[in-house]
């Protein structure tokens, strides 16, 4: 069965930092896009960031120059520095991974959260 993990969420004060990661793990023959995603409380869910499994990376207008998405292809990792952060960035945030196993399959992680105090 596979899976994705999510850790490093957590409290943290406007204007510092925090480090997310996600790992996959089970038969995994390959993985093709990670992303990570956020939703805050009655908002939809959004897209932050995505890394393709050559390197290239998209960001949303919000993070750009703030957050940086990068991944371990030998571990199956993703992970997301989040600079500077505003109240605005609070949210649970969640990895996803376009995979290949046995099928292709699109697998969510379960969240973490991000509180940013004013």
């Known amino acids: 069965q596979v899976q994705l993990v999510e850790s490093g969420g957590g409290l943290v004060q406007a204007g510092g930092s925090l480090r997310l990661s996600c790992a996959a793990s089970g038969r995994i023959f390959s993985i093709n896009a990670m992303g990570w995603y956020r939703q805050a409380p009655g908002k939809q869910r959004e897209l932050v960031a995505t890394i393709t499994s050559g390197g290239s990376t998209s960001y949303a207008d919000s993070v750009k120059g703030r957050f940086t998405i990068s991944r371990d292809n030998a571990k199956n990792t993703v992970s997301l520095q989040m600079n500077t952060l505003k109240p605005e960035d609070a949210a649970v945030y969640y990895c996803?991974?376009?995979?290949?196993?046995?099928?292709?399959?699109?697998?969510w992680g379960q969240g973490t959260q991000v509180t940013v105090s004013s």
């Open positions: 996803n991974a376009d995979l290949l196993a046995g099928s292709r399959w699109l697998v």
